[in-house]
């Protein structure tokens, strides 16, 4: 066995050397003698020195062998053994056991790798084709064997100086120094761009401009994780650490400020909490004043400056009307602003307010004065005066539920309150209000209004008007809104049932869901209402806590009010007309629907147009 394995190591040698013309000129040849020059096997298989041997080359395997006979197969381009008697068996390359041998074609400048056991030696990693140095091997992670693969390395470090204002990362770079005078705009490709998809680089700001900043854009949809868009500004003396994100799409980026450079006297050392700056040195070494403003004389260590006294109207400056050390001076004519301003003539002698001047009588008034100073009387003529409005407002800060203008409850089961009390409702900014509740049973409802429930006194046919009411949901339960609120102008019939008859109002209708219902805008004629939402949610309002709203309804020459929740007009496709020749109240209602409702209102407004 020990003379087989020499001979196939020398067979193979010598397999090497044989020229592929010859090889080509014996395939037809069926038996022709074949001799290598330098292979001198002895006898028996045995591979010696001295003798002679001849290789055949044979198209294909003849049918009987001598154990030591030796063969080259053309067809199959093997070199053959005779192991046994009648059997050919090809050598095996490099030594017993392992794979086949066999190596095939692969792609140029590829190192060959055997892909599994026992399969043909193949083609490895493809050889990179993007600029850059590569290292190939093995990144084991699981603790098993894993194929080859080559990586970009990038490690060259880099420096942009002088007035250079644009830049681009290269494949190769590991840190870009900035250098120069200048701002720059730096362009970050994508990983896939620069040929590597754990890119690493780090960028220092050194340039020494004023405030020149190195803004970075990134390339390829990609983003940093600091500012969430594809921009990054280094500032000067700042340093960012860039490292593709595992999830992709992202820079992760880190920075910081360069090492701080101490002056004179100070020490910046490094605390727990980032830098600790601390002054040094032994203090003020000696100061002595000027004698004129200060009158210190070699003070040291911690100096309190001494002021020297000034003389009587004397002035610290410089009177000399040219650059000069300043000095305890008095002060000219040209020291004093707007000097030149008339002082003389009219302004010097005037007299005519020196004494009362004359007054207007009886029923006169003033027009204006005259220059002797006495007044420019007129007597008013009999006229209509127009005021162009008047406003009536009350802000419930009132232990009393008329409040300041006389405001009545009328319903069935309901309650009017006057908050806060000391276990009550108390809103920032919100000093008075009225809790406005249904009652706790089906069927309860309240109202309050402005005036009395059987006797309306606004007449929307004969008023321009504005109503507001600042107020938010109050509901008893914080997870269903189940009553309903109003506010707005009622008939009598309306304020002595549960629901409304005639009217113009907001309404907030909570049926016992987990959802805050939105204010409606409502008109009302006969029983017949007609609702459109006003997109603003009346959420639940817990105490001390919420959002107020101001609602408004204001009624003009039209049949149709316009609706307003702060300040916003609301509700502008709501086209039902509203019959104003019936008389109406200022109210607002609470009705008991699935559960109670309840309402706080901080304050009632009415702005009038009146003629007098």
């Known amino acids: 066995m020990n003379a087989r394995r020499l001979f196939a190591w020398a067979l193979a040698s010598m397999l090497l050397a044989i020229p592929a013309a010859a090889q080509s000129t014996r395939a037809g040849a069926s038996a022709a003698a074949f001799l290598p020059t330098g292979l001198f096997p002895a006898p028996q ?29 053309l067809t199959s381009a093997t070199p053959k053994y005779c192991s046994a008697a009648n059997t050919w068996t090809p050598f095996a390359i490099g030594g017993s056991g392992g794979a086949s041998g066999t190596v095939n074609s692969g792609t140029q400048f590829a190192f060959g790798e055997f892909a599994a056991s026992g399969t043909a030696i193949s083609s490895g990693p493809a050889p990179p084709t993007s600029d850059g140095e590569y290292f190939c091997g ?29 830049d681009t990362v290269l494949y190769n770079d590991a840190i870009i120094e900035y250098k120069g005078s200048v701002a720059v705009a730096t362009a970050l490709p994508a990983p896939a761009t620069l040929g590597d998809s754990g890119f690493y680089v780090r960028l ?4 020494s401009g004023s405030a020149t900043a190195v803004t970075v854009t990134a390339a390829g949809s990609y983003t940093f994780s600091s500012t969430g868009s594809a921009t990054l500004v280094v500032a000067q003396g700042q340093s960012c650490s860039l490292l593709v994100d595992p999830a992709g799409s992202v820079w992760d980026d880190t920075c910081g400020d360069l090492p701080w450079t101490a002056g004179t006297n100070i020490t910046i050392a490094r605390g727990p909490f ?6 040094s040195g032994g203090g003020v070494s ?16 911690a100096v309190t400056l001494a002021l020297h006294t000034a003389g009587a109207h004397q002035w610290w400056g410089n009177n000399t009307g040219s650059t000069a050390a300043p000095g305890y001076e008095s002060l000219g004519y040209a020291d004093i602003p707007n000097n030149a301003a008339n002082t003389t003539g009219n302004a010097a002698t005037a007299t005519a307010l020196a004494a009362t001047p004359t007054q207007c009588s009886g029923a006169q008034f003033a027009k204006g004065i005259a220059a002797s100073g006495n007044a420019n009387c007129a007597t008013p003529a009999g006229a209509t005066f127009t005021a162009a409005t008047a406003t009536l407002f009350d802000d419930f800060m009132s232990n009393n539920a008329l409040s300041v203008l006389g405001w009545v409850a009328n319903g069935g089961g309901g309650s009017v309150s006057m908050q806060p009390t000391g276990a009550g409702q108390r809103f920032t900014n919100h000093p008075g209000m009225v809790q406005l509740s249904s009652g706790s049973s089906s069927g309860d409802w309240e109202y309050y209004i402005l005036g009395n429930q059987n006797n309306p006194e606004v007449d929307p046919a004969a008023n321009t008007f504005s109503i507001y009411a600042d107020l938010t949901n109050n509901s008893i339960s914080s997870s269903d809104y189940e009553g309903t609120i109003r506010f707005g102008v009622f008939d009598s019939t309306s ?26 805008c409502v008109i009302s004629n006969s029983g017949t209402a007609t609702s459109v939402s006003a997109g603003v949610t009346a ?5 001390g806590s919420g959002t107020f709203h101001v609602l408004e309804i204001s009624f003009n020459a039209t049949t149709t009010p316009a609706f307003y929740i702060d300040g916003a007009q609301v509700c502008g496709s709501l086209s039902a007309t509203m019959t104003r020749s019936v008389l109406q109240s200022i109210a607002w209602e609470s009705v008991y629907n699935t559960g109670a409702a309840g309402a706080l ?6 702005t009038w147009n009146l003629t007098r």
């Open 45 to 73: 298989g045995t591979v010696g020195i001295g003798e002679a041997y001849t290789l055949v080359a044979r198209v294909s395997d003849p049918s009987a062998c001598s154990e030591g006979n030796v063969e080259f197969n």
């Open 274 to 279: 980032g830098a600790t700056i601390s002054a």
């Open 204 to 207: 220092v700001n050194n340039t």
């Open 495 to 520: 304020m002595n049932q549960k629901t409304p008859n005639t009217a113009a109002y907001f309404e907030e209708d909570g049926t016992g869901t987990t959802t805050a219902p939105n204010w409606n």
């Open 286 to 301: 000696s100061f002595s004043g000027d004698g004129a403003l200060a009158t210190n004389s070699a003070s040291t260590g």
């Open 539 to 543: 959420a639940y309002t817990s105490t």
């Open 138 to 166: 093995y990144n084991v992670t699981a603790s098993a064997a894993v194929a080859p693969a080559c990586w970009l390395n990038a490690l060259t470090p880099r420096a942009v100086t002088g007035t250079t204002s644009a």
């Open 601 to 606: 209102i901080d304050y009632a407004q009415i």
